[in-house]
């Protein structure tokens, strides 16, 4: 008797462990909010090296949009390591009207939001609305006041699907996705980052 009880306790310990959170998340989503590094930020030998490859580079040294591509060429430095603590992404829309054309940006390798900070998420339109947890809403507003002047980019998956720039600090706990090609875009994505929570 003591054993059967002890069993069926343990059994409830390992089910109640495995459920803990109520969360079972979506692991295949990967989101984070990166700090984007400007041309000028970078060494002269990352620019030049770029520009070996199919690459039309930008010339605005305070752009963070280093240059690029069409959709069809690879991401130089792909699954390098090619400068430490840097992240070479390309933006996931087309910024021409023949959808041929992709902006290559620069971040920093770490999010400094990722998706545990997000309680959820709402499509409005076009755009993809952010609600943070209190500890997301705190990393969000001191991101914001660091940030002012600079764009950050929304990375999912390992492409960037915004880039706002940051006007002032935000400290409501909301973020926008914003400029994603239709509603049915807006809609899939929310429905998707919400099942990674």
Not at 5 to 20: D, I, R
Not at 60 to 67: K, T
């Amino acid at each position: 008797m003591k054993t059967t009880n002890l069993v069926t306790l343990l059994m409830l310990f390992v089910l109640f462990s495995c459920n803990a959170g109520g969360k079972s998340g979506n692991p295949s989503l990967r989101f984070g909010i990166h700090e984007m590094v400007r041309i000028s930020e970078l060494p002269a030998f990352v620019m030049d090296s770029l520009k070996t490859a199919a690459f039309r580079p930008e010339h605005d040294q305070q752009s963070s949009v280093l240059g690029y591509l069409t959709k069809n060429d690879p991401l130089p430095f792909d699954g390098l390591n090619f400068m430490e603590g840097i992240r070479f992404l390309k933006v996931l829309f087309p910024v021409d009207e023949e959808g041929q054309y992709q902006a290559i940006v620069a971040v920093k390798q770490e999010p400094v939001l990722n998706l545990s900070d997000v309680r959820e998420t709402k499509s409005r339109g076009q755009n993809v609305e952010i609600y943070f947890t209190l500890e997301g809403a705190r990393k969000w507003a001191e991101m914001t006041e660091g940030n002012m002047g600079r764009n950050v980019a929304f990375v999912i998956d390992d492409h960037v699907y915004s880039m706002p720039l940051i006007n002032g600090v935000i400290k409501s706990g909301v973020a926008m996705i914003s400029g994603l090609p239709d509603e049915l875009t807006a809609r899939e994505l929310s429905e998707r980052m919400n099942e990674g929570l």
